[in-house]
């Protein structure tokens, strides 16, 4: 009996409630204010939403910061790297712009088209004969011959002194090992003033031209070239200019310090003067 009580007790409660909230739901629509009932079941919902999504907004914060922090770390990584491989770039960018001007000069090669020049590479350069020698990257089988002049666009490099099938060795003007002289002649004033190329003076970057006659004075500027004679050079290559002049120790002839007008202690590219003298005449008598 009473089971039975308290069944119909619990029966009779939830259709209450029941019926109380579909009251409040048919009378909320039709109200400005909610009731105390109305307001309490409100906020206890609102609490109660609360409560739930707090946690979550924390737990979320959390994970959005431990996100941002992994990704900072993964950039911070990746510039380390590029900082570390800058140097290296610089490296690169130096060398292209080196090479890049060198291969400019190469294509203006109006001043020496006559000589038909044949572009060469510079492939081994001792470092203990620096300014005597270096090889370069053509040889027989390009129509190299011994003798023939070494040139850039800025004038006289040196000669071919050894040649193989694909690579020659040439001598630099300011070689130490060379014992023949090299006749040069100094342009003043449409005056040509010879002289012989004695040795080259590293320390000064000049190459000494001796036995010069001191008749006709020589000034600071003056071209000196090749003259042509003793058959080594073709006649009016590019030496330098004079920085420097001297009389003799007897005062019979002038000594000139010459400046290179090409950088010798940096060579990459340079042309094989494949006409000499000699084919250059017989061109122009035909």
């Not at 619990?10 to 579909?22: G, N, R």
């Not at 694909?166 to 002289?181: A, Q, R």
């Not at 005056?191 to 001191?214: A, C, P, R, T």
């Not at 590019?238 to 000594?255: A, H, R, V, W």
Request: glycine share 6%; proline share 2%; no cysteine.
């Amino acid at each position: 009996m009473k089971n039975k009580f308290e069944k119909n007790s619990l029966v009779f409660i939830l259709f209450a409630v029941i019926i109380l909230i579909i009251m409040i739901s048919l009378t909320v629509a039709n109200r400005d204010e909610a009731t105390l009932p109305e307001q309490f079941l409100g906020d206890t919902a609102a609490l109660g939403q609360r409560v739930v999504n707090y946690p979550a907004e924390k737990i979320s914060g959390v994970v959005d910061h431990l996100s941002d922090a992994f990704t900072a770390l993964e950039e911070n990584k990746k510039l380390k790297e590029m900082v570390a491989g800058y140097p290296q770039v610089q490296s690169d960018l130096h060398r292209l712009k080196k090479e890049n001007s060198a291969l400019k000069k190469q294509l203006k090669t109006e001043s020496i088209d006559e000589y038909e020049p044949l572009s060469a590479t510079v492939i081994a350069r001792n470092p203990d004969q620096w300014m005597n020698s270096f090889v370069i990257n053509k040889g027989e089988t390009s129509g190299v011959d011994e003798g023939m002049a070494i040139i850039s666009t800025g004038g006289l490099i040196g000669k071919v002194t050894k040649v193989n099938k694909y690579s020659s060795t040439v001598e630099m003007i300011t070689s130490t090992l060379n014992d023949s002289k090299l006749s040069v002649i100094a342009q003043e004033k449409g005056q040509d003033v010879f002289g012989l190329v004695q040795s080259y003076d590293d320390k000064n970057n000049h190459i000494v031209v001796e036995d010069m006659d001191n008749n006709t004075k020589l000034k600071k500027g003056t071209k000196v070239v090749t003259s042509g004679l003793g058959g080594q050079f073709p006649k009016g290559l590019l030496i330098g200019e004079i920085t420097k002049i001297e009389n003799d120790q007897f005062g019979l002839s002038q000594i000139a310090y010459v400046k290179p007008s090409v950088n010798l202690d940096d060579i990459s590219y340079v042309y094989v003067a494949m006409r000499n003298d000699k084919t250059l005449e017989q061109g122009s008598d035909e």
